[in-house]
């Protein structure tokens, strides 16, 4: 006879999910209700509204996907690209790669830009990819690689991109919460997040948003979207703010409960205090790990507080240390991806994570592990 399944208590220091506060938890077993529900209406523009504080944004079409970070990914690819498209896809890591299977899916062809894995967007590198396909329409970067826990300085991506008279789709499924994203005052056309990271969420939502170039764009499609349940123009008959609300598909109801919880708690924080509080917890972090003698793969000035890449001391068994963490103190890290396996851990300091708690737990573990 088979049992409820009862998960062990983790502490999720790895590339994500990171652990969801208790109060979401809470917050998504409450009843459920219908999905035209005016109560659940209601909430629904409440969470639409502290999505766009979260953002940084007045795009009235900004809205969470009912589906993980790679449907907010394929959302802003499928509606903004058309077959036949040049789109400048920016490579520094795995998602960048995504990025590239995105644009070829949606029969468009991808330039790309690349950086070596660890390193952040070389803004020349794009401003000579644009030259060089004066065709191109879009362009695509992920401001947190999660990969590689580089940062990219998407204000200066966005500028040039623009001044090339493309728009811009900005990753942010790591960036959003933990480090500072100003949707409007840079000018991105499409962002995508997810609720697993610095959201402090369960996993299974991603937030979006869309500027008025981007719709005009999607406005003036010369080709249907290929997904149906992507396309905006029909997302948004169910989440247009004022407009009566059309059956769309089943919204996953208290998945967006919990959404809704840790967005109230980001605002109770304020966004600027969540930044300050992950950075101050990433040096915290920085500093017990370089006192133990371990070092960062990437450069100070584009490090990601919520993403700490470090590098394996030579003779150490990677995996062996992971798996002493979880198993003799239930503590998850993140391995390397691509060319970084086996060389890297990551540690991620996420959202409801990123805690001096967690912080010093970890260090005291890694210590006795590695001695
Ligand atoms: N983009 C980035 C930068 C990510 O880190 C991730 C997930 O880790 C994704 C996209 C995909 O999100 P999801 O796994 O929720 O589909």
Known sequence: MPQSFHPPQRMLLGPGPSDVSPRVLEAMARPTIGHLDPQFVAMMDELKSMLQYALRTKNALTLPVSAPGSAGMETAFVNLVEPGDTVIVCQNGVFGGRMKENVERCGATPAMVEDEWGQPV????????????????????????????????????????????????????????GTPIETDAWGIDAIYSGSQKCLSCTPGLSPVSFSEAAIAR?????????????????????????????????????????????????????????????????????????????????????RLPQLNAVRVPAGVDEAAVRAALLTDYSIEIGAGLGPLAGQ????????????????????????????
């Open 218 to 302: 999607i406005r003036a499609r010369t080709h249907k979207v290929q997904s149906w349940f992507l396309d905006l123009n029909l997302v948004m008959g169910y989440w247009g703010q004022g407009a009566k609300r059309a059956y769309h598909h089943t919204a996953p109801i208290n998945a967006l409960y919990g959404l809704h919880e840790s967005l109230v708690m980001l605002q109770e924080e304020g966004l600027e205090n969540a930044w300050a509080r992950h950075r101050s917890n990433h040096i915290a972090l920085r500093d017990g790990l370089e006192a133990m003698g371990l070092s960062f793969i990437v450069a100070t000035d584009y």
């Open 122 to 177: 070389d803004p020349q590198k794009l401003e000579d990819a644009l030259k060089a396909h004066p065709e191109a329409r879009t362009v695509a970067f992920v401001q947190a690689e999660t990969s590689t826990g580089a940062e990219s300085d998407t204000r200066t991506l966005v500028e040039i991109a623009h001044r090339h008279d493309c728009l811009a789709i900005v990753d942010a499924v790591t960036a959003l919460g």
């Open 344 to 371: 890297i851990w990551r540690i991620g300091l996420m959202g409801y994570a990123s805690n001096p708690r967690n912080v010093y737990v970890l260090l005291g573990a890694l210590e006795s592990i590695l001695a």
